[in-house]
């Protein structure tokens, strides 16, 4: 059974930094291509970003180019998304996301497991 378990989500003040963390269990992490999703209140699960199983190749949402990085340790199977210069509307439960196959910017559907999510609140 593979599980997909976020971390490191919070309240942090406008500005602040956050690095949200998802550990795989049940499959080595390199077996997967990863993504990270987000889910404001009210809103459909939104793309964010997504690194390739090698780690060569990694993807954004257009608009957060340069506030977010994705990253990965397969030898500690987790990926890692690091979040600056957060804003109030960045506010949303952050999920990773595994998938098998590779694709550009598969949809939400398109991912083979999920995980719970984290909540991370921004303050104004």
């Known amino acids: 059974q593979v599980l997909l378990v976020e971390s490191g989500g919070g309240l942090v003040q406008a500005a602040g930094s956050l690095r949200l963390s998802c550990t795989v269990s049940?499959?080595?992490?390199?077996?997967?291509?990863m993504g990270w999703f987000r889910q404001r209140p009210g809103k459909e699960r939104e793309f964010v970003a997504s690194?390739?199983?090698?780690?060569?190749?990694?993807y954004y949402e257009d608009s957060e180019k340069g506030r977010l990085t994705i990253s990965r340790d397969d030898a500690k199977n987790t990926v890692y998304l690091q979040m600056n210069s957060l804003k109030a509307e960045d506010t949303a439960v952050y999920y990773c996301?595994?998938?098998?196959?590779?694709?550009?910017?598969?949809?939400?559907?398109?991912?083979?497991?999920w995980g719970q999510g984290t909540q991370v609140t921004v303050s104004s």
């Open positions: 996301a595994a998938r098998y196959a590779f694709k550009v910017n598969p949809s939400v559907d398109e991912y083979d497991y």
């Open positions: 690194i390739t199983r090698s780690g060569s190749s990694t």
């Open positions: 049940g499959r080595t992490l390199s077996t997967f291509n």
